[in-house]
Antibody
Framework: QVQLQESGPGLAKPSGTLSLTCAVS?????????WSWIRQPPGKGLEWIGE???????NYNPSLRSRVSISLDKSKNQFSLNLRSVTAADTATYYC????????????WGQGTLVTVSS | QSALTQPASVSGSPGQSITISCTGT?????????VSWYQQHPGKAPKLVIY???DRPSVVSNRFSGSKSGNTASLTISGLQAEDEADYYC??????????FGTGTKVTVL
């Protein structure tokens, strides 16, 4: 079955950029799926950040659209998240997840990675 | 987009049934049959338990069921077990081609 693994710095500086990568194994990122980023601040609920299709098409949460970009690296079978101008409010566990094309649920999730925004 | 509204907590005794509500608008829950539910144990990633309002992945117990009426979706857990104690989140596709999650519900098994 598909496996997802997030990686990246656990610390980001205020006003800087948060960058994470999600490696996909036992499945191809070129397949007919959307690939999403979802975050969860400590002790709080889930927030959908955005998604990317294998063609490169993207959709973003309107509240984050001005600061976020999601990209694909097909050669490495992974996708990435960049979140600019971060503040302490962006401190969260970040998950990557798969939503199959034509379906509207997140069926496979990574284990999550905690990113703290602090100087 | 505003988070879908869920009760903060629901509790029940082993063997009982509980229901968690998830209220949105006609632009999300009420407009599409694309509501899903996730179970999250402490320190773990969420796990899909219901999709498309009432469908269940093959690996999920048939004690979990879902329904929808108007702008409110519901998750019912029957024959409550200790292992069901967790946080539960609903999610819906929206008219803006985005997704919105619920505020989350903590289920306690008494």
């Amino acid at each position: 079955q598909v496996q997802l693994q997030e990686s990246g710095p656990g610390l980001a500086k205020p006003s800087g950029t948060l960058s994470l990568t999600c490696a996909v194994s036992s499945g191809s990122i070129r397949s007919s799926n959307w690939w999403s980023w979802i975050r969860q601040p400590p002790g709080k609920g889930l927030e959908w950040i955005g998604e990317i299709y294998h063609s490169g098409s993207t959709n973003y949460n309107p509240s984050l659209r001005s600061r976020v970009s999601i990209s694909l690296d097909k050669s490495k079978n992974q996708f990435s998240l960049n979140l600019r101008s971060v503040t302490a409010a962006d401190t969260a566990t970040y998950y990557c997840a798969r939503n199959p094309y034509g379906d509207y649920q997140f069926d496979y999730w990574g284990q999550g990675t905690l990113v703290t925004v602090s100087s | 987009q505003s988070a879908l509204t869920q009760p903060a907590s629901v509790s029940g005794s082993p063997g009982q049934s509980i229901t968690i509500s998830c209220t949105g608008t006609s632009s999300d829950v009420g407009g599409y049959n694309y509501v899903s539910w996730y179970q999250q144990h402490p320190g773990k990633a969420p796990k899909l338990v219901i999709y498309d309002v009432s469908d269940r992945p093959s690996v999920v117990s048939n004690r979990f069921s879902g329904s929808k009426s108007g702008n409110t979706a519901s998750l019912t857990i029957s024959g409550l077990q200790a292992e069901d104690e967790a946080d539960y989140y609903c999610s819906s596709y929206t008219s803006s081609s985005t997704y919105v999650f619920g505020t989350g519900t903590k289920v306690t098994v008494l």
